[in-house]
């Protein structure tokens, strides 16, 4: 009997999480039956974008006690899974200073819960668990890793040909493409900021460009006397800034009590901006232990339910607007933390009813521009450097001490009820543009922000003339032909501010749509008709178009019952894709796989019968 073939296209954390269900079931295959697994990924299996070999300067921004790829019960993880704490121990990592060593000499201190790790370890881990996996699968269940980026999936009768960059092309039955991250095709202002740099080159040979800081090694080649402007102030800033101070040798020592930067003599002046200019909050201090969260009393998957159900009842649409149905639940349950932790009293009963002083409270958290205008950058400067000096002594407090994380915490440990009120068009087409483009952006600057240390460290490259804020909010930023350099200019009242830059780095990941990513694969699914784009309405957030079982939905609108697709490539009609799973929790990841594995398994079963 011919084995069955299933590609895993792309072997990152949601290939390896397929991998992981078909070790875990199995057993429920056809006695007889014969599974070939081909894995396609050009990089080491399991890792993705956590590469293990990656400066260590670049640091998860998870604390390492939530980080786990294996549920809480399962063959490869045991009980209560192996989780990215444990692996370090395990594998004799301890913290050196800020350095993480595999120790056999014992010297050093125990890697902590509460320790932010290396990417890189991340990507070793990942890549252990792999092989891990892999050897605990049953003789009749074989694996191939193919180093190799996938180009092409071919249509063969029932099943496909998945072809690849070098020329060759090798039969499935099945695929799951796990592609993760993509990267968008340049854009008008890529191509003119790149004509730019190659016009005015000579005449200032620190001038360049970057369209993504990845590989973060390309930033070496950034002259450590030019001005850098970093282009956004989230999390992907935070590896830019590190590769140009770190990544050149530079060091934080602690000072009287706080962090002192002593430089290298490598790095190049640093600007930061973005169209609002606002910078990440700090995550503050995990008092809730490994699997401890919020529990919700307001905005609950129930009470969204409950709206959707009031909306069809009442125009015959199930699709429920964000702000009136949503948002106030919201923010009440952000401000019953946020009482919970000022007070020390649990919201029950009648007081569960939010506060004129409460609700404006936590507005201001989520929007801190909206009532607040500024007659000069100067103002707008300091208020900034306030609020991360603010921030800095929340996140101290805690996510329970402080009302303030307390209550931005909120959206992290709700999440499936945000899920229930946005996945698959749940929302009004301008409801949806609304939740991504706004709510969402304030919610991920203020609840998914760095490391504590990464906004310290902040602050002392400013006590260090290394760094600053420029711009402002809705500041642009053109190329200058006069000065043969990048310049950034924002307005105020009293005057327009301007600042000069030799190099630009947009630091922000890219969406994935299929309609600007720049893979091969993508192009060729859009034209063979294969995958289509993930609308609401006339709104296209971002993703491919997928069924409730995760099947690509096709350019006919015919789902392609034999191929699933998991993760990044998926988030549009899913919500919040990229997160790694917790210890000691099932995750959405986890439930996914094994969802898309027992329906290919029951789809074997039916075809050996």
Known sequence: ??????????????????????????HRLPVGTRVQIDVYDDGDAGEGCHRARQPAHLLINTVASQVTIFPPASLAGGDGGISLVDWAHAAGYRRHGDRFLRDATRHGNPITQ?????????GEYLGWAYRRVVDMLPHHVTVDHHRQRVIDLLSKGAAYEVCTLDGQARGADYVFLTTGHGRRNPTGQDRAFDRFVADHFQRNPRLAYFASPYPIETLDAIDPGATVAIQGLGLTSHDV???LTLGRG???????GRLRYQPSGHEPRMLLFSRKSLPFAARGINQKGLTGRHQARIFTVEAVNLKRQARLAATGDSRIDFQADVLPLVLSEM?????????RSPCTGGDLATTEDERLAIEAILWPLRQRRFNSFQQFHDFVHALIESDLLEAEKGNQSSPIKAATDVLRDTREALRAAVEYAGLTPASHRFFLEDFNAAANRVSFGPPRQRNAEYLALRRAGLIDITGGPGAGVVGDTQMARFRIDAS?????????ADVLVVARLDAYSPLTDASSLTRNLLDHGIIRSFCNGNYHPCGIDIDREMHPIDASGRSRANIWVLGYPAEGAHFYTHALPRPQILSRQTMDAQHCVLEMFAAIAERAS
Do not use: F, W
């Open 114 to 122: 509460d320790d932010h790790l290396p990417r890189a370890m991340l």
């Open 241 to 243: 800034v590190s590769a």
């Open 492 to 500: 105020y009242p009293e005057s327009d501010h301007s600042t000069a």
């Open 335 to 343: 401000a019953c933390a946020y009482r919970n932790a000022s007070k």
């Open 250 to 256: 530079g060091r934080y020592i602690q000072d009287q």
């Open 1 to 26: 009997m011919d084995a069955t073939r299933i590609a895993i296209v792309g072997l990152g954390p949601r290939g390896l999480t397929v991998l992981e269900r078909v070790l875990e079931h199995a």
